[in-house]
């Protein structure tokens, strides 16, 4: 879809941007070896957006495929937005967050994660999922159910603003999911795993014998969850695991330190400066490139044409930084940090994360373990929620005890909650490795692809449980 657009500028009569964007998504769905979903789609069209007055107007028009329509709609597009600005800006204007110009530093990165590869067809893609599921009927045989789903998400766009950024990304992901149940003492038990991360299906998967290593672990998992104890509720010390962790980060830190929530009052509003955690955390939204590596989900220009570069929200337990688009940095007199982020062609840039993650400490996670008398270690979560306070409630479907410093009983199902900003403070080692999950959803407003990750950690959380 990389095409030259830089020939609309002219008609940037107000500062504008504008991009064209296609999502191409597959998802195909077995269930106890029956395909249950299969499906291919793509969403192509074009977005622009003028600023006036300290008022955005808005406009899109999704494409045809004909070259003369297309440029006459992309044309269209730019004005309805420049209309819309004006208008909107004549009435609204005594309201906006800033009146003066906004920052820039536009970026003109060209990205391209587009695989050197043969494709392969939808059919090949069925049969390696269906060699996954062979293999667990085949060794698993007593699975009361079993599922296995592969989803792929292309995210193409070109970017052009008139402060002179000139983008291009292809931004593919490609996920497998397994989950397995078993009956135990007539009540379902389950647990899952997600395969996969940045990259067209070619890249990431090759032969599915590959997989059968982590599925022999998922198996064992779920064999000792079945026979697992519940957990006894109160606050406990724990080790989390970086998928937790992560999580943590995410929903009940990040989104308090965005700076729309922050300006709708969230508990970081007015806690810029102090601490927030234990001196042994610092937590970062980091753009494109983590310790040398490239990140889950990286931006290098984000949707507002910014040069993006890592947030650090969090200096050695110290709140430092908000997440900024323009505007918000306008209004705090910052740079902005590059977190401008849509999904869809139809969408509104909004403040959303891109990877936010703590950074990996001094200890090691054997000896976290062992520092423990009597707690928990907690590996895998389901679902969770937090808000502005920074509280937060999850779940936890993998786990462990810890007796005496050493791996006990599995867990059943459990959650963990608190406030964010009280359990960082109670966080006493942070593990010396990370990892990254690579299948992050983030459905704030508009649902976008996210990574999250980081160290284990050594706290005391609220476990939930049975007496």
Request: some cysteine.
């Amino acid at each position: 879809m990389k095409e030259e657009i830089a020939r609309y500028r002219a008609r940037f009569e107000e500062y504008a941007e504008l991009r064209v964007q296609e999502n191409r998504s597959l998802r195909i769905s077995l269930l106890n070896g029956d395909v249950v979903g299969n499906s291919r789609g793509a969403q192509s069209g074009v977005s622009a957006r003028a600023f006036k007055s300290g008022v955005w107007g808005f406009a899109s028009s999704p494409r045809t495929g004909d070259p003369k329509l297309d440029d006459g709609a992309t044309r269209e597009t730019i004005d309805r937005a420049v209309a819309n600005a004006r208008f909107l800006g004549s009435r609204e204007s005594a309201g906006a967050l800033t009146q003066g110009p906004l920052p820039s530093r536009p970026g003109r990165a060209v990205v391209d994660f587009s695989t050197k590869k043969p494709r392969k067809s939808q059919k090949e893609m069925i049969e390696f999922i269906r060699a996954v599921d062979s293999y667990c009927l085949k060794y698993y045989p007593g699975l009361s159910s079993r599922s296995v789903s592969l989803s792929c998400l292309d995210m193409e766009k070109t970017l052009l603003t008139a402060d002179g950024a000139d983008a291009y990304s292809l931004i593919p992901r490609t996920i497998l999911m397994v989950s397995l149940t078993v009956d135990a003492d007539g009540e379902p038990v389950d647990l899952y795993e997600v395969y996969g991360g940045r990259g067209l299906f070619e890249d990431v998967f090759d032969d599915p014998g590959e997989l059968f290593p982590n599925i022999d672990i998922l198996a064992d998992n779920l064999a000792r969850k079945s026979k697992g104890v519940y957990a006894k509720p109160g606050e406990r010390d724990v080790v989390i695991d970086s998928d937790l962790a992560g999580i943590l980060a995410h929903e009940a830190v990040g989104h308090t330190v965005e700076a729309d929530g922050v300006l709708g009052g969230s508990v970081a509003a007015d806690a810029m400066g102090e601490a927030v955690a234990s001196p042994l955390v610092t937590l970062v939204d980091f753009a494109n490139t983590a310790l040398g590596e490239t990140c889950p989900v990286p931006v290098w220009t984000d949707d507002e044409g910014v040069d993006a570069r890592d947030a650090v929200l969090i200096d050695r337990g110290v709140l430092r930084s908000y997440m900024h688009n323009k505007e918000s940095a306008a209004h705090f007199g910052v740079e902005p940090t590059g977190n401008a982020r849509a999904y869809g062609f139809y969408d509104e840039p909004l403040i959303r994360m891109r990877n936010t993650a703590i950074l990996p400490g001094a200890s090691k996670l054997a000896d976290m373990i062992a520092s423990v008398d009597d707690g928990y270690y907690f590996l895998r979560s389901s679902n969770g929620q937090a808000d502005s306070t920074s509280e937060f409630m999850f779940g936890v479907v993998m786990g462990f005890e810890i007796k005496g410093g050493k791996i006990g009983e599995a867990l059943r199902d459990t959650t963990i909650s608190g406030v964010a900003f009280d359990m960082l403070k109670t966080v006493t080692a942070v593990s010396d490795d990370m990892s990254w999950s690579c299948g992050g959803m983030c459905g704030k407003k508009q649902s976008i692809p996210v990574g999250m990750g980081g160290p284990a950690v050594r706290c005391r959380v609220n476990v939930g449980g049975r007496a």
